[in-house]
């Protein structure tokens, strides 16, 4: 039976708060309720209430230490409760609503602390997490928040799919230290849009394998776990991704990223003042109404910068039109999926995150932090407004 009610003052404040400011009294009021619900805890913990004794006591409250956590809310100063006087090999007391907290702070608390213990930059990496969590992280936080947060995130991603009209996909790299060497680990994304025209992450995989191998594992793990239906993949021309589309989910129509292909375009122009004339001209290609119009601006483009670039108007030839696909589709389809920007966006975020730990002690710890932060992303387009009207 719990040793500690709950404060009834407190709920009353609470009421209070929220009568008289509504929603910007929502971040005080959470204050008052995380700080209440930790006091409980800790009575439950120590098996006794305040200035109770007891032979089911197994120690003593000892003060508090103020938090600052940043939430959705804003952010909230709490006060932790602190506990002295328990036995040796007993489990540490830390309260389980800052546990519970954001999955992809607590994936990067667990990717420091790995560095930390595993002697990866422990001057810097140890000032980083202080900064960062607020408190230094011990390697017994590290193994319980770790187990915890692994088993969360692997059912995450190994979850069932369904129908999926639209798969994006893209990859970006993170450096993690392997062998005794520092190289870079490709990380694949799946994005999919639904019969309903709802976004989700169907899925992450983190490896060190060759682009193709890498690529045709990933894409398989997607079709084993459900995932069917596809009209269209979008994707830039990443090593090894087309031999396993083919092997994979052929005969699904391909598109390239045309705000890609523009980019790749730029290493064929010689002249730095010939750039914007042939970004120019490729925009007015995949603006066309219909497929016919792009083929004969291409074309017409071709002639054009063939005197001046041969190698550019062979390029843009062979390129450019796997760029056409999603002219098959309605405009509004075609003009969300004919680029995998929304991937960029991922990876710029996936970089924000990654780029404080600088480097990751292994493929797991990155897969770790990725996996949560893909997890929150997803969950909030899922219940938000649909990315598409998909026509039957």
């Not at 500690?4 to 204050?31: C, K, M, Q, R």
């Not at 952010?75 to 006087?85: A, E």
């Not at 459900?226 to 830039?236: C, I």
Request: proline share 5%; net charge positive; with cysteine.
């Amino acid at each position: 039976m719990p040793r500690h009610t709950p404060d009834a003052t407190t709920f009353d404040s609470v009421l209070e708060l929220l009568n008289e400011n509504g929603f910007e009294g929502l971040a005080s009021a959470a204050e008052l309720l995380l700080n209440e619900a930790m006091r409980l805890e800790r009575s439950n913990y120590l098996g006794a209430g305040a200035y109770e004794r007891g032979p089911e006591r197994r120690g003593h409250a000892n003060g508090y230490k103020p938090k600052a956590v940043k939430t959705r809310l804003g952010k909230l100063s709490l006060s932790v409760p602190k506990v002295r006087g328990v036995a040796d090999g007993a489990e540490p007391f830390y309260p389980n609503a800052l546990e519970v907290g954001e999955r992809s702070e607590r994936a990067l608390k667990c990717a420091l602390a790995e560095m930390y213990v595993q002697g990866v930059s422990t001057r810097k990496v140890a000032a980083i997490t202080q900064e960062l969590c607020g408190f230094d992280v011990s390697s017994s936080q590290v193994s319980r928040a770790t187990k915890l947060l692994d088993e969360e995130l692997e059912a995450w991603r190994n979850r069932p799919l369904g129908r999926t009209a639209y798969l994006v996909l893209d990859a970006t790299y993170c450096k993690v230290r392997h062998g005794g060497q520092v190289i870079d680990c490709a990380v694949l994304i799946a994005i999919g849009v639904n019969a309903k025209g709802k976004r989700s992450i169907l899925g992450c995989s983190v490896s060190l394998s060759e682009a193709e191998v890498h690529w045709r594992e990933f894409l398989q793990s997607l079709v084993s776990r459900g995932m069917h239906g596809v009209r269209m993949v979008t994707s830039d021309d990443h090593a090894g991704l087309r031999a396993a589309l083919r092997a994979v989910l052929a005969p699904t129509p391909w598109q390239r990223c045309q705000f890609h292909l523009q980019q790749n375009a730029g290493a064929y122009v010689a002249r730095t003042e010939d750039r914007p004339a042939v970004a120019a001209d490729i925009r007015a290609i995949n603006n066309a109404p219909t497929r016919e119009e792009a083929q004969r601006l291409l074309e017409l483009a071709a002639e054009k910068w063939r005197p001046k670039a041969p190698k550019l108007a062979e390029w843009m030839l062979e390129n450019i039109p796997e760029g056409f696909t999603v002219m098959a589709e309605d405009p509004q389809v075609r003009r969300r999926l004919r680029t995998s920007n929304m991937n960029e966006r991922l990876n710029k975020e996936i970089k924000r995150r990654t780029r404080v730990a600088t480097l990751f002690p292994n493929e797991a710890s990155l897969l770790r932090l990725v996996t949560a932060i893909l997890a929150e992303v997803s969950e909030e387009w899922e219940t938000g407004r649909a990315y598409l009207q998909i026509q039957p």
